[in-house]
Nanobody, 113 residues
Framework: QVQLVESGGGLVQPGGSLRLSCAAS????????MSWVRQAPGKGLEWVSG????????SYADSVKGRFTISRDNAENTLYLQMNSLKPEDTAVYYC??????WGQGTQVTVSS
């Protein structure tokens, strides 16, 4: 079965950086586009970024464009999200997703001084 395991979250000061990882298994990772989605406290889900199966095409929400970079390593079945210039409003649980049905358990990112 599909398994997605996020890691790399934590507490960081405003302006800092974090790199999230998502280890995928149970499906042919290289055959699917992937996304990062987040949920801030008390708010709904927000799509953050997406990448196509080969990694050559990426897209971002306006709120993170220019600060976040999505990438993938198909040899390692791993999805990444490099987050720079973090802001308090980036505080959320971050999920990687294969589809609307297939999500990880999430990793908490807290941006605070």
């Amino acid at each position: 079965q599909v398994q997605l395991v996020e890691s790399g979250g934590g507490l960081v000061q405003p302006g800092g950086s974090l790199r999230l990882s998502c280890a995928a298994s149970g499906f042919t990772f290289s055959g699917y586009g992937m996304s990062w989605v987040r949920q801030a406290p008390g708010k709904g889900l927000e799509w953050v970024s997406g990448i196509n199966s080969g990694g050559g095409s990426t897209s971002y929400a306006d709120s993170v464009k220019g600060r976040f970079t999505i990438s993938r390593d198909n040899a390692e079945n791993t999805l990444y999200l490099q987050m720079n210039s973090l802001k308090p409003e980036d505080t959320a649980v971050y999920y990687c997703a294969k589809s609307i049905r297939d999500w990880g358990q999430g990793t908490q990112v807290t941006v605070s001084s």
